[in-house]
Structure formats: C-alpha cells, structure tokens
C-alpha cells in the first residue's frame, strides 16, 4: 500500500507560477504509471503530465512548455512546476501512480488550485 500526499496548491493570477508535491510513503520509481491528473468542476479527469520510470515525459497539449514533471533522486515525491498559469487551470489536481495494467492505482486526495483572471 503506498499513500500519496498532494500540497502545494492555492489561490494565484493569472501568470503565476505554483509548485505541486506528491508525496509517497514509499518509493514509487518501480510504477509503470506516475502523473498529475486534474478535474474541472463539470469536466472529467484529465492526464496533465506523466513521467516514466525512466525519466521520460509526457504533456496534454494545453500545458506543454508551461508545466514541468518531476521527481526526486529517492523516488519518493513527485512534483509539478506549473508557470504562466490560466484561469483555464483551476482544478482539483491529483497525483497517481499505478502498475501496467492499473490492478495496483493508487491517487493522493487531491490539491486545489483556482487561478484568478
């Protein structure tokens, strides 16, 4: 059982930068799956960033060259560098990860992040 712990959320302009954590209560870097997912009020979930075991990335379109992936050299947290933000970003945003086929899935309770115009 691993437990994900999200911060970093809140309350910025338009513009602005915020920095998400995902915090595991053990090492995470045997995942298949590690990402940021985000849901909108009225929308579905959506994968907004995901990085593989080996480093390799992966961006939804609407965030690509603003938000950055990461993790750490423990393999135990996960963040998301979030710049130049939009109204548009406002969204309960959640960490994940999971085994290939997701019979192991795992989610952290979920950061707000609102985005003022």
């Known amino acids: 059982q691993v437990q994900l712990v999200e911060s970093g959320g809140g309350l910025v302009q338009a513009g602005g930068s915020l920095r998400l954590s995902c915090a595991a209560s053990?090492?995470?870097?045997?995942?298949?799956?590690m990402g940021w997912y985000r849901q909108a009020p009225g929308k579905q979930r959506e994968l907004v960033a995901a990085?593989?075991?080996?480093?390799?990335?992966n961006y939804a379109d609407s965030v690509r060259g603003r938000f950055t992936i990461s993790r750490d050299n423990a393999k135990t947290t996960m963040y998301l560098q979030m710049n130049s933000l939009k109204p548009e970003d406002t969204a309960v945003y959640y960490c994940?990860?999971?085994?290939?086929?997701?019979?192991?899935?795992?989610w952290g309770q979920g950061t707000q992040v609102t985005v003022s115009s």
């Open positions: 994940n990860v999971a085994n290939l086929l997701r019979t192991i899935d795992y």
């Open positions: 990085i593989s075991s080996v480093g390799s990335t």
């Open positions: 053990g090492s995470i870097f045997s995942f298949r799956h």
